[in-house]
């Protein structure tokens, strides 16, 4: 498709934009160099999502406005975050008087690898990544956003961060003993439940090392800061990246 002249809106999660910057320059660098226009609103805020998972909804609906106002004049708004995309699309509250933009919105939000495969039509990329890759697939953007297949449906297996990656050269994508378990960070999950939340991690990064994995990737740095976290605290040696990372180092 012809991506002059989109109006394209870089939508950076709190996390991402606290903790990890990098990712955030990661994916507008990858948007520009496919030719893609973006624009980074300053005014851009929480979109409400840890309100919202923490039981008080109702308080998310000034966050929910502001978003709207924010992003509703572009094409399409992008975000490294499945989990907050899915926030957008189907758990925020509905504003009053604000409903034709809002479902407007609903319709142009894409999280970025999403974003890669289905609008721009991005097939796979070219070039060097001599590496063994691990992918964690966060629930929301596995599960939500149907960003791959789940066990638990009798379809054709598909995974978009794959089709993106598979034809790197060097790159050897492992195949995990269970490729869709939760890691357990979940939010506020992981402090209400931190033993649980801790286990779960400890369990999904063990499939990571027990296949060798030199590079853990995703989609979603808040799984990936769990998962890092332990690792950290484990000393492995194990790296992590979004996918963004990756694509972005490939990229000339």
């Excluded at 709207?68 to 509905?94: A, N, Q």
């Excluded at 990737?217 to 996918?243: E, P, V």
Aim: glycine share 8%.
């Amino acid at each position: 498709m012809n991506k002059k002249g989109l109006n394209i809106a870089l939508f950076i999660p709190c996390y991402v934009d606290q903790f990890y910057p990098q990712v955030g320059i990661a994916s507008l660098e990858v948007l520009e160099k496919l030719g893609c226009q973006v624009s980074y609103p300053l005014d851009q805020t929480c979109c409400g999502q840890p309100m919202a998972n923490a039981g008080y909804v109702r308080d998310t609906v000034g966050t929910t406005r502001h978003f709207i106002e924010t992003f509703k004049d572009f094409d399409y708004v992008v975000c490294p975050s499945g989990s907050c995309v899915l926030h957008i699309k189907e758990h925020s509250p509905k504003v009053l008087g604000m409903e034709q933009a809002q479902k407007a919105l609903h319709d142009k939000i894409f999280e970025f690898s999403e974003f890669l495969t289905d609008v721009l039509k991005v097939d796979s990329f070219s070039g060097a990544f001599p590496h063994r890759v691990g992918y964690h697939a966060s629930c929301h953007g596995q599960r939500g956003l149907r960003l791959a297949s789940s066990s638990e449906l009798k379809i054709k297996p598909f995974n978009k961060a794959k089709q993106l990656l598979e034809n790197l050269e060097g790159l050897d994508w492992v195949e995990l003993s269970r490729q869709d378990e939760c890691c357990g960070f979940g939010g506020t999950f992981a402090v209400s439940e931190e033993a649980l939340s801790v286990q779960m991690g400890k369990d999904r990064l063990a499939d990571h090392l027990s296949h060798q994995v030199e590079i853990l990737t995703g989609g979603d740095m808040s799984c990936i800061m769990h998962l890092q976290g332990i690792a950290s605290r484990q000393k492995q040696k194990i790296q992590f990246k979004h996918i963004a990372e990756i694509i972005n180092e490939v990229l000339p």
